[in-house]
């Protein structure tokens, strides 16, 4: 028995990792259309199943079941003729999505799953049987091939690839690469080198880093405000959409004019334009956190229970803390970073920072941005104390460390971090994720 749960435990520790690589591809009229009816195939089938599923459920309490859905495509081709047309593994990956859509409601990790729309974002996965030579891709059922704009080099092998259509109708190229596990990896040496951050809305982050108190920078990153500097083009622009001729409700069966798709056109692509500031925003950020740090320190913050104040809600989306976060903890697994979540009743900003000074100040307002404390005398900007308490957690997780292994944490690749136990350490009060970064002036 004992034999079996180490080679299980090998197992779980020898999984390769999967990355997805996203690529602009320029289809011409021709392909652009075999493309369109390609989506609409795999939509059709993902709202056929899901409103079969929810009908089944109202009147019959059958829930439902994948297996025996997969098995009423081949019959629906009878049926419905023009899916012959479609690639049959691309359809069954559409049933795939919905029962995924159904896992993430019955686990509580989403709604519950909606009809696709035809002038919304879609896709399609294609498994197999597909080419990639080198600026072209080879699709099945299609005899040309598409150009692809690669900005990266990339040596792996690609498992699958999906192609997606934004509302801007742009295509993209979604490439599923296996990373092994033997993957090497080479790191900066970012020795002993602790990160706080204190994320915010009038400054987007508060960032502390350094190796010791007497070494550290403290640097404040302004809030870019990308969607509030648009929102002038984007009300201007909703209406202008909103006075042309298009339906006003479901029962309307007026014909949208030329004008309307323009202007829709237009406000989708000031949409794409704001995410695409977001993304680019963020992307440099956490990258050059990750680059710089070995020990990243963040607050477990309650996003969903701040986003319901109607006062910040707006602020809070359009920092996009959430994805922020995501990104420093994914980068941080390919660079071998380490993160400290701390506790979100952790008093990050009450708490005096000054050494040998444990003050609390627990009546500390949000509309308070200073504070002085009463037994050191020392004076606090909120914002710049609290990223210095989460640096300093950052750096007695790195003591404890160093004297329980008797080594520094980045002298490891990941591969060597389950080997040395790296995942069972951690502080009371704290959430522990593979993560990090640092912010130096260059």
């Known amino acids: 028995m004992n034999s079996k749960k180490t080679k299980n435990k090998n197992t779980d520790k020898d999984k390769n990792k999967f990355y997805t690589y996203r690529f602009r591809i320029y289809p011409n009229k021709e392909q652009i259309n075999y493309l369109n009816e390609q989506i609409s195939y795999n939509r059709f089938i993902y709202n056929f199943f899901l409103e079969r599923s929810i009908h089944l459920y109202k009147y019959h309490n059958i829930k439902f079941n994948y297996i025996k859905f997969q098995k009423i ?85 690609v498992n699958s690839i999906s192609i997606s259509k934004t509302i801007s109708s742009k295509y993209y190229v979604n490439m599923l ?84 798709l323009k202007f829709k056109n237009k406000l989708s692509l000031l949409h794409e334009h704001i995410f695409n500031q977001r993304q680019s925003f963020l992307h440099k950020l956490s990258s050059r956190i990750i680059n710089d740090s070995q020990v990243v320190v963040l607050e477990d913050l309650n996003i969903k229970g701040m986003i319901k104040n109607r006062h910040l809600s707006k602020s809070i989306s359009d920092v996009s803390w959430n994805k922020f976060v995501k990104m420093i903890e994914y980068k941080s697994n390919w660079y071998g970073r380490q993160i400290i979540k701390v506790d979100r009743f952790y008093p990050s900003s009450k708490k005096c920072s000054t050494l040998n000074c444990d003050y609390i100040y627990k009546d500390l307002k949000l509309s308070e941005r200073s504070w002085i404390c009463p037994k050191c005398g020392a004076i606090h900007d909120r914002d710049i104390n609290a990223s210095i308490n989460l640096f300093l957690e950052g750096l007695i997780f790195l003591l404890e460390y160093t004297k329980k292994y008797g080594s520094n944490l980045s002298e490891f690749t990941p591969v060597e971090y389950d080997t040395a136990g790296y995942r069972n350490i951690g502080i009371s009060r704290h959430t522990m994720k593979q993560e990090a970064y640092q912010f130096i002036d260059r």
């Open 73 to 157: 495509i081949p019959l629906l081709k009878k049926g419905f003729p023009f899916l012959k047309e479609a690639n049959s593994q691309s359809l069954q990956c559409s049933l795939q999505s919905l029962d995924k859509a159904y896992h993430k409601f019955f686990t509580k990790q989403a709604g519950y799953p909606n009809f696709k729309k035809k002038y919304s974002y879609n896709s399609i996965v294609i498994p197999q049987s597909f080419k990639i030579v080198n600026n072209i891709i080879q699709i099945p059922k299609l005899k040309s091939p598409i150009k692809v704009k690669f900005h990266r080099h990339f040596y792996e092998n």
């Open 177 to 260: 690469i296996e990373k092994f596990k033997f993957t090497p990896y080479i790191p900066k040496k970012t020795l002993g080198i602790s990160t706080g951050i204190d994320l915010g809305i009038k400054d987007f982050a508060t960032i502390t880093t350094g190796t010791n108190l007497d070494n550290k920078q403290t640097h404040k990153i302004p809030n870019p405000t990308i969607l509030l500097k648009s929102q002038k083009k984007l009300v201007k622009l909703s209406k202008w959409l909103d006075r042309k001729v298009h339906k006003r409700n479901k029962q309307d069966k007026t014909t949208a004019s030329k004008n309307y």
